[in-house]
C-alpha cells in the first residue's frame, strides 16, 4: 500500500514562496551569466550587468542623460522606459519603506527580512510582478514595445510632446506613438486602437505595402 504523502506545512508554503521571490529578485538585479562558444570553439561563461542595471545604462545612454543637458529629444520606447522605472521604483519604495538606499537596496532588505507564514501569498504575488517587470525590460531593451511617427497629430496638429522624465529634466520625442494597442498621440490624448489603424495611416497619406488588402491588414508605409 502506497504512503500517503505528508501535508505541506505553513513553513513549506512559505519557504517555496521565499524561494520564488528570490529567484524573481536575482533576475531583476542579479548579475546574468551565459554560454558562450569563442572562437576556437571553447565554452566561456560571460558574466553581464543585471537586468536593472541595463535597463539604467540603456535609459542615460538613448536619452544622453550622461552627457548633460535639457530638453533632449528621446527616441520614443524610452518613454515606455521612463514609466518602467516609475513602477519599479515606486512599487519597490512601497514595499520596503523602511529600506535604504535605491531599488537594488531595498529588494536585498526585503530579501533578509523575516518573513512569517502568513506572508507566502505576498511574496508569491511580489515574485510574479518582478517577473513582469524583467520580461517587460526584456522587451524594452531590444525595442519591440513602440515607435514613433513623426507626423503631426491628425487631432491636434502636434508633432512634438514634452514631459518631465524621471530625473526631472524636460525631454521631447514625437508625439504621435505607435504600440501593439495602437496610435495615440502624447500632446492631445487622441487615440486610435488597432480597428482605426488603417484610417489613421490614410489621415496622414500613408499606402499600404504591397500584396496588403487595407481592409484586411494594418500594415502600412
Request: proline share 5%; net charge negative.
Amino acid at each position: 500500500m502506497a504512503a500517503t504523502p505528508p501535508f505541506a506545512t505553513d513553513n513549506d508554503h512559505l519557504h517555496a514562496a521565499w524561494q520564488l521571490f528570490d529567484a524573481a529578485v536575482t533576475r531583476l538585479i542579479g548579475p546574468r551569466h551565459d554560454i558562450v562558444v569563442d572562437d576556437l570553439g571553447n565554452r566561456v561563461v560571460t558574466t553581464a550587468p543585471s537586468m536593472y542595471e541595463e535597463m539604467r545604462a540603456e535609459l542615460a545612454g538613448r536619452q544622453g542623460t550622461s552627457f548633460g543637458g535639457v530638453a533632449r529629444s528621446m527616441p520614443a520606447c524610452w518613454i515606455d522606459g521612463v514609466d518602467w522605472f516609475r513602477l519599479v521604483d515606486g512599487t519597490v519604495a512601497i514595499w520596503a519603506p523602511g529600506g535604504t538606499g535605491e531599488t537594488p537596496e531595498r529588494l536585498e532588505y526585503l530579501l533578509e527580512w523575516a518573513w512569517q507564514p502568513a506572508d507566502y501569498l505576498w511574496l508569491r504575488t511580489a515574485a510574479e510582478d518582478i517577473e513582469g517587470w524583467v520580461q517587460e525590460a526584456e522587451q524594452l531593451i531590444a525595442g519591440r514595445n513602440r515607435f514613433e511617427v513623426t507626423a503631426p497629430c491628425p487631432a491636434c496638429g502636434a508633432s512634438e510632446a514634452t514631459h518631465v522624465d524621471s530625473a526631472g529634466e524636460h525631454v521631447r520625442s514625437a508625439a504621435l506613438q505607435v504600440s501593439m494597442a495602437g496610435v495615440s498621440c502624447l500632446a492631445c490624448g487622441h487615440e486610435w486602437g488597432l480597428q482605426g489603424v488603417m484610417a489613421f495611416a490614410k489621415s496622414l497619406g500613408c499606402t499600404p505595402l504591397d500584396g496588403i488588402d487595407p481592409g484586411n491588414a494594418y500594415d502600412v508605409r
